[in-house]
């Protein structure tokens, strides 16, 4: 099974702000099969980028993904209020299709 | 526009069988893996398994031995069953679309679309 690590474990940081948050996979992933999701108290998750760096549908360009082979970052530009959440990195390269344990981002 | 409707009972005992339903509404349910996941309160995301329109499965080995997903196309629905739970199967669980597209090497996979989620307790 492929471990995902997801770091720091929260993140404090004020609007405007420029986040960078880790994800490290235990063993090599294909970029195409690394993906990021952000979760808001009480909701469903929501899916911002795939394949690595490929941002979903409606998902503005601040919004960025990078990384190959054992580590991947998520980087948000400009923080605004609603991009404080919980956000998840998933793999597909290998099944069980595991998640990380999450970062949390949290307002300053 | 897809959405995912589910539902299912929300307070079980110990040794009961946990089942939900979700439904797909507004789009193709065939071409399509339909995916169970499960949140345990304040913590995250555990995949559960996945379905096809045929009804190739994939499961979680540490759940395996007690999940079955199943699939009603007629309905454009599938289904999530696991029996002897316990309390450590209180979660949230969610039914979502994974869609699988090109990608640069290999196909790329994601969850695109969640149903809203049904939270499950576990006690006695």
């Known amino acids: 099974e492929i471990v995902l690590t997801q770091s720091p474990g929260t993140l404090s940081l004020s609007p405007g702000d420029r986040a960078t948050l880790s994800c490290r996979a235990s063993q090599s992933v294909s970029s195409d099969y690394l993906v990021w999701y952000q979760q808001k108290p009480g909701q469903a998750p929501r899916l911002l980028i795939y394949g690595a760096s490929s941002r979903a549908t409606g998902i503005p360009d601040k919004f960025s993904g990078s990384g190959s082979g054992t580590d991947f970052t998520l980087t948000i530009s400009r923080l605004e209020p609603e991009d404080f959440a919980v956000y998840y990195c998933?793999?597909?390269?290998?099944?069980?299709?595991?998640f990380g344990q999450g970062t949390k981002l949290e307002i300053k | 526009q897809v959405q995912l409707q589910q539902w299912g009972a929300g307070l079980l005992k110990p040794s009961e069988t946990l089942s939900l339903t979700c439904a797909v509404y507004?789009?193709?349910?065939?071409?399509?893996?339909w995916t169970w996941i499960r949140q345990p309160p304040g913590k995250g995301l555990e995949w559960i398994g996945e379905?096809?329109?045929?009804?190739?499965?994939n499961y979680n080995p540490s759940l395996k031995s007690r999940v079955t997903i199943s699939v009603d196309t007629s309905k454009s629905q599938f289904a999530l069953m696991l029996s002897s739970v316990t309390a450590a199967d209180t979660a949230v669980y969610y039914c979502?679309?994974?869609?699988?597209?090109?990608?640069?090497?290999?196909?790329?996979?994601?969850?695109?679309?969640w149903g809203k989620g049904t939270t499950v307790t576990v006690s006695s």
């Open positions: 998933q793999q597909y390269g290998s099944s069980p299709y595991t």
């Open positions: 379905i096809n329109h045929s009804g190739r499965t």
């Open positions: 979502a679309r994974l869609v699988a597209v090109a990608g640069q090497t290999y196909h790329n996979y994601y969850l695109d679309v």
């Open positions: 507004g789009g193709s349910f065939s071409g399509y893996y």
